[in-house]
């Protein structure tokens, strides 16, 4: 995709995760859950399922069943029938159940994420497509470096923002579950921003703040937040900031059955 114009602020005033193999619980889901239930901006969300629902109008051939992993309107995919669940409850889905299975603004917040990687597979028949979209390692890098300058006021290091993976990792994590022809590709947003607490206003309205397991919960002093919010507008060009949003678009197959087998 080409990089956009930075647009105005949405507010109205296995391979390491940047790593797919994890063996401890990273995020807090019953917390993620709670958060997204209340998100209002959908900006991204809408921006990706659109982008999806682009890749899908070019794929030469129908569907009949798709299992749908996050949140897409009903009636927006060319399928007669279509099941709706989160990544914790891949598990119970019937194997070979699917041809095609549509992933968005999810797997990033997987614990294991090779093995909803797998349970995807399993889920989807022979000659099935996998496709989605979900944030990458380029994601927010004014605020990360925003929240290096907090630490070093409050003396030491804290896990503010999540962890992402890298297209050519998540490529070999899509080969290592069995799927074939895997591409991903990057779409980068640009949203400029007049103050951290903007941007922060956004990602909670995207209910997509802090959920890690190992966060802080000792919040920053004040003279932390004040050094965190003048770096962000240290990077600032004609009174605002440029903050990066990456999304990653995917797509890989699952392999056809032979003459032979």
């Known amino acids: 995709m080409i990089p956009l114009t930075p647009t105005p602020s949405l507010s109205p005033l296995v391979r390491r995760r940047t790593s797919g193999a994890v063996t401890t619980e990273l995020f807090d889901r019953s917390l993620l859950l709670k958060r997204r239930s209340r998100g209002t901006e959908r900006f991204l969300h809408e921006r990706a399922i659109e982008d999806i629902l ?18 897409i309107g009903h009636g927006r995919l060319p399928v007669r029938s279509v099941d709706m669940i989160g990544t914790d409850d891949l598990l119970n889905v019937e194997p070979g159940s699917y041809d095609l299975c549509v992933a968005v603004g999810e797997l990033d917040t997987a614990n294991d994420l090779s093995h909803a990687l797998l349970a995807i597979r399993f889920a989807l028949r022979d000659d099935s497509l996998f496709i989605g979209a979900f944030p990458g390692g380029d994601t927010l890098p004014a605020l990360r470096a925003a929240m290096r300058a907090a630490d070093e006021h ?4 804290s896990a503010h923002v999540h962890p992402r993976i890298e297209p050519a990792s998540f490529t070999g994590l899509l080969t290592s579950a069995g799927f074939s022809m895997p591409v991903v590709d990057v779409d980068r ?9 903007d941007l922060i206003r956004d990602l909670r309205g995207m209910g997509a703040t802090n959920v890690l397991k190992s966060r802080s919960r000792r919040p920053l002093t004040r003279a932390a937040a004040a050094a965190a919010a003048a770096h962000f507008l240290s990077g600032a060009d004609e009174g605002r900031v440029t903050e990066l949003f990456e999304i990653l678009h995917f797509a890989a197959w699952t392999p ?3 003459a032979n087998g």
Not at 54 to 71: C, K
Not at 189 to 197: G, P, Q, T
């Open 154 to 157: 409050m003396g030491a290091a």
């Open 256 to 258: 056809a059955r032979t």
């Open 189 to 197: 947003v640009a949203v400029r921003y007049k103050s951290l607490a």
């Open 54 to 71: 682009e890749r899908l109008s070019f794929v030469q051939r129908s569907f009949e069943r798709a299992l749908v992993i996050g949140e």
